[in-house]
């Protein structure tokens, strides 16, 4: 139990911890029960890890209601390793949750694969280029039999889709950012094979929305880790050179879509709505605000390729903005066949 405490200290992360008693093969205490079936040695994980550091009974000491009062077991870990454990337990909990409250994984704390695991923000970096997921709990305690059906997401996809789905289900003003809208609107987001559920938070404003259904279902697929797609190819690319757009490029190209559109119909829909108010909002210069409504005039079938990530690679937001209002001349400009 000592060299548990010890480990944790040296290392200053659970994670670490738990990959470093795997391979000291540290298990769980084996008990037998009334009928005679036998529990535990297994490998620890996480949550019987954290459990086990906070357990004041290792020190000679039992909480009963609310109380601490002194055991009559022996110590057997002294009471400094204790403390010292405790204090870096606390600064790593001080620390997750600032660091929750600053990421830029929206839904950090509340999505979970269908096999009840939290999913964790993880990102990759290939050629300087950061891609976002979400992936189960299950996975980086090296449980993957535990993982529900979908163990690993697209985080900016996912995150754009349920903050679209909730805004038009809730009708709620554009005025509400993407990070509010999910830290007031919504408890849960669980990942399923063919959809996604997405559990409302109770915001009652009368008596008459008690009984609101507080649940959508999403229609949603992941989509397969290789899949052929019928790439808009521009003229002067040979059919084998053809790659499709990036995930990530796709996801930030749809959202920057969506935000285009909104800020137009808000635009159109309230005259005392200005670019420059928009700017204000959003704390970003009038240009932008004008590049990103330049995105609601594209041509639709290459919003459909967006969407279905069969534009060309390299066919970003910034090779979008700003396009021709005429659909013709933006195929033109982008070197792609009419539709």
């Not at 690679?313 to 792609?336: F, N």
Request: hydrophobic share 40%.
């Amino acid at each position: 139990m000592r060299a548990i405490f010890r480990s944790y200290l040296k290392l200053g992360s659970l994670n670490l911890l738990m990959a470093d008693l795997r391979k000291r093969g540290f298990v769980t205490k084996v008990r037998t029960l009334k009928s005679g079936e036998k529990v535990g040695g297994i490998p620890f994980t996480r949550g019987p890890l954290a459990h086990l550091l906070r357990n004041r009974f290792y020190i000679g000491e039992v909480a009963f209601k609310g109380e601490v009062l002194n055991g009559e077991q022996t110590a057997i870990v002294d009471r400094a390793l204790f403390d010292a454990v405790q204090a870096k337990l606390d600064a790593q909990v001080n620390a997750h949750r600032t660091a929750r409250t600053n990421t830029e994984a929206l839904l950090a704390g509340r999505i979970f694969d269908d096999g009840g695991n939290r999913m964790t923000p993880s990102h990759a970096r290939k050629r300087g280029i950061k891609y976002r997921y979400y992936l189960s709990s299950a996975l980086l305690q090296g449980q993957s039999g535990l993982a529900g059906s979908i163990s690993r997401v697209p985080a900016a996809e996912i995150e754009t889709l349920v903050v679209r789905s909730v805004r038009e289900r809730l009708k709620l003003s554009v005025s509400v950012d993407d990070r509010d809208l999910i830290n007031t609107y919504i408890a849960r987001v669980e990942i399923r094979p063919n959809k996604l559920v997405i559990k409302l938070v109770n915001v009652q404003r009368d008596k008459r929305q008690a009984q609101r259904d507080l649940t959508l279902h999403i229609p949603w697929h992941k989509p397969p880790s290789k899949r052929r797609r019928e790439i808009l190819m521009p003229d002067a690319t040979e059919p084998q050179n053809a790659r499709p757009i990036r995930a990530e490029t796709r996801a930030t190209l749809v959202a920057a879509i969506a935000r285009g559109r909104r800020w137009l119909k808000e635009l159109v829909d309230n005259a005392s709505i200005t670019v420059e108010s928009i700017a204000k909002r959003e704390k970003c210069s009038v240009r932008k605000v004008n590049m990103t409504i330049s995105l609601a005039f594209l041509a639709p079938d290459l919003v459909k390729a967006a969407i279905e990530g069969r534009l060309p690679r390299g066919m970003g937001v910034a090779r979008l903005v700003d396009a021709p209002v005429e659909w013709s001349r933006q195929h033109r400009m982008l070197g792609l066949p009419a539709a």
